[in-house]
Structures are given as C-alpha cells and as structure tokens.
C-alpha cells in the first residue's frame, strides 16, 4: 500500500455517467466514470503501483474495463470513458458502478465512498419492416 501520507488523502467517485442512459441491444454507449481527489496532497504513485478505475456492470457481474492513473493533484478531478457494448447484455435496466482504487493501494481517510453507481436501460430492437410486394 503506497501513499504513507494516511489521513489526508481521500478518493472519491463523483460521477458515473451514460450517454445515452437508455439503449438498444445492438448499440454501444460511453460511459463517464468521474474520479476526485478529496484529500488535502496530491496522489504520486511509484511506477508499478497505479490507481485502479474499474467499471462493472453488476447487474451481469462483467468487467467493462480497467483504467489507471499514477497522480492526481489534491482537489483535482479526472475522467475516464469507456465503451459499453451492450450486443449480448440482456434486456432491462442495468447497474453500472464506478469504483476507484478497488485494489486498495492508497490508504484514505474514507474507504466508503470510493464506489458509485448509474442506472442504464438496454431495450430490444426494433422488429425490422420490410415491404414485400406494393400494390399501387
């Protein structure tokens, strides 16, 4: 665990966003996941030991993806995007939750709020139409 200044650093989720928040199962969406600094120091990790950003969707407990960071300045945010194909997701609404430094390598003033959480809505395609024959 890095970071020997404990007390003064605290991680936090601020944001988990999607855009668009309701899709169809054949389509993807970005999703924003929004990580600030709280803490009164700067975050400097050594090489090797990088911060942690995972995106999750619960509700199919599957990774969407990992990102890493190795410094944030005290009260400083960053933003971290990534594509959520929704091909095989089942239809319905879906959790996702942001989660930073999930592998504990900062120690922080506040554990618990380094998680948050979006609602997304993945909907059915549309029946395709086709015209067969057309009679004038």
Known sequence: VANAESGVIDLTVTSVSANPSSVLRS?????TVTVHNDGLV???Q???SPVT???TDVTTNKVIGTQTFTSLAA??????NYTYSNISSPIGNHTLEGFVDSDNVVIETNENNNK???????NNNPPSTSISSYVA
């Not at 389509?27 to 999703?31: E, F, I, W």
């Not at 009260?75 to 971290?80: E, P, R, T």
């Not at 948050?116 to 993945?122: C, L």
Request: charged fraction near 10%; avoid cysteine.
């Open 46 to 48: 050594p090489p090797g």
């Open 27 to 31: 389509t993807s969406t970005t999703v």
């Open 75 to 80: 009260g400083a945010s960053q933003s971290f």
């Open 42 to 44: 700067p975050i400097s």
């Open 116 to 122: 948050k959480n979006r609602t997304i809505t993945v």
């Open 53 to 55: 950003v995972k995106l």
